[in-house]
């Protein structure tokens, strides 16, 4: 029973459905939800999409390297009906952006569009003194749900927009190159480096996830055909018989969950990391029991993300 305690603090990861919305008229499927984030040290994403179902909007935005990491970096939008709009304020240029649904005329870096074949624009120069250039509109058939809340994904695996994003450049400034590395790592593959240190992160998100007991969640952070293993017990392998196994000790509560890598060793192909945890939980019958070992938990890259592919825990 404690085994499987073990196993229940060691992993759990939660990521939201995305939003339900009511039927819209066919003609316009509003209202419209966006995402902007960085998805290279040179470039931001902005997706506007009215269901998740399709990509109505894609805008990579490129300027220098770090250009939107300044204090006063804002992305906000809004709208009603069938026009949508948003706006980008850094450094103190505002730039205005808008898109009708219905027409599917957008007003994008100063110019006007015409995207009824094509949803995707790459602006070029958003922070350059001539201001900014359209490079190239285009059609992309994706569904964004797959990827919901994330834009990186979808970005990364599309080769022209991923070539787009500058990931064969290094950049001077340390931070820039640091955040550029990390975004890039599923279009150029990490290094040892930025793999060891993705990696403790994960961790830390897992551990946290731990102690929210999100069985849900646990069964995501594990690769497709990732496996728990314990002493003694047959292997739980695949993500829907681990949140099955997880969600069988949901009565009980954990307490406290804290786990200690002592070595993380590996690259792109792979990353294994060794230490130790502690974990405190009260049982359904209300007795506190603490438990403390080892743990094992290799690691994988899929679908751009690190997965748990094997999470071994020994008790001490």
Not at 142 to 154: M, Q, T, W, Y
Not at 155 to 179: G, N, S, T, Y
Not at 212 to 227: Q, S, T, V
Not at 299 to 315: G, N, S, Y
């Amino acid at each position: 029973m404690l085994t499987g305690l073990i196993v229940l603090a060691a992993m759990t990861s939660s990521a939201a459905p995305p939003p339900q919305r009511a039927a819209a008229p066919a003609a316009i499927r509003t209202p419209a939800t966006t995402q902007t984030q960085s998805v290279s040290g040179s470039t931001v994403a902005t997706l506007v999409t009215q269901d998740w179902s399709a990509v109505d909007l894609l805008v990579l935005w490129r300027g220098q390297p770090g250009w939107f990491m300044v204090p006063d970096y804002q992305a906000s939008t809004g709208g009603s009906g069938p026009l949508f709009d948003g706006t980008l304020f850094f450094a103190g240029h505002l730039f205005n952006w808008d898109i009708n649904f219905v027409t599917r005329i957008a007003h994008i870096a100063g110019s006007r569009l015409d995207l009824k074949e094509r949803n995707v624009v790459l602006v070029d120069g958003i922070d350059a003194s001539a201001g900014p250039r359209i490079v190239k509109t285009l059609k992309v058939d994706e569904n964004p749900s797959v990827d919901f809340p994330a834009v990186g994904p979808l970005v990364w695996r599309i080769p022209e927009l991923a070539a787009f994003l500058q990931c064969d450049q290094r950049f001077a400034d340390a931070k820039v190159q640091m955040l550029h590395g990390l975004a890039c790592t599923p279009v150029t593959g990490p290094s040892p480096e930025l793999a060891v240190r993705a990696v403790d992160m994960m961790l830390n998100k897992f551990a946290q996830l731990s102690r929210d007991m999100d069985a849900a969640g646990i069964a995501k952070m594990y690769a497709r055909e990732g496996e728990i293993v314990t002493p003694g017990q047959d292997a739980v392998k695949g993500r829907t018989a681990i949140e099955a196994f997880l969600r069988s000790f949901a009565d009980y509560r954990v307490l406290e969950y804290v786990l200690t890598p002592t070595a993380t060793t590996g690259d792109r192909n792979g990353v294994t990391q060794k230490g130790t945890f502690h974990q405190r939980v009260r049982t359904p019958g209300g007795q506190i029991v603490e438990v403390s070992g080892t743990f094992t938990a290799e690691w994988v890259l899929e679908d751009f993300v690190w997965h748990v592919k094997r999470m071994t825990t020994a008790p001490s």
